[in-house]
T-cell receptor, first 109, second 114 residues
């Protein structure tokens, strides 16, 4: 079993819609959770972090965490073509960052 | 503008040759990670350091890979001998746990082993 599981996609949504990205993780002691965005040919960049159960909103992005279910998600409201990228989930456990394989998101104009 | 710097950006080499990739972490960051990214495997954690000490390199093929941090401004990843299956993009990332564990990535070193 992989430490981090994500649907590889591609997930296609029309411009203006809500994109929902999901991630499950196996390490119960993970403390912090991060979402990174990676454009094709570029390096990952941080877009959201969440540390406690519940929702955290930042602009058009909302991260949701449920530690009991070992589940974290990212919602992107009013999706834009510029959101088209691969989104990587990364639980952090004290010293280690493990990344999921990522979900490729396509936002169609 | 603080950033992680990696060299070389691109490297093409022949099987059996030694490859060394270098990383300059952001000044003041005390953790350094090496990742390898391929289409099939995604981002694989190879090794990481905290305060220059190697904490875990279990993700790294020990017979051919080695990672070191000779000083706080330089981390190296060496492959000897290289094989075609090592072809990938190698990312270095640095972080400061004082800011919640965020990692900052370099632009990556794209390695092609023929």
């Amino acid at each position: 079993q992989k430490e981090v599981e994500q649907n590889s996609g591609p997930l296609s949504v029309p411009e203006g819609a809500i994109a929902s990205l999901n991630c499950t993780y196996s390490d119960r002691v993970s403390q912090s959770f991060f979402w990174y965005r990676q454009y094709s040919g570029k390096s990952p960049e941080l877009i959201m972090s969440i540390y406690s159960n519940g929702d955290k909103e930042d602009g058009r992005f909302t991260a949701q965490l449920n530690k009991a279910s070992q589940y974290v998600s990212l919602l992107i409201r009013d999706s834009q073509p510029s959101d088209s990228a691969t989104y990587l989930c990364a639980p952090y456990n004290f010293n280690k960052f493990y990344f999921g394989s990522g979900t490729k998101l396509n936002v169609k104009p | 503008d603080a950033r992680v710097t990696q060299t070389p950006r691109h490297k093409v080499t022949e099987m059996g040759q030694e490859v060394t990739m270098r990383c300059q972490p952001i000044l003041g960051h005390n953790t350094v990670f090496w990742y390898r990214q391929t289409m099939m495997q995604g981002l694989e954690l190879l090794a990481y350091f905290r305060n220059r000490a190697p904490l875990d390199d279990s993700g790294m093929p020990k017979d051919r890979f080695s990672a070191e941090m000779p000083d706080a401004t330089l981390a190296t990843l060496k492959i000897q001998p290289s094989e075609p299956r090592d072809s990938a993009v190698y990312f270095c990332a640095s972080g400061d746990r004082g800011v919640g564990g965020e990692l900052f990535f370099g632009e990556g070193s794209r390695l092609t082993v023929l």
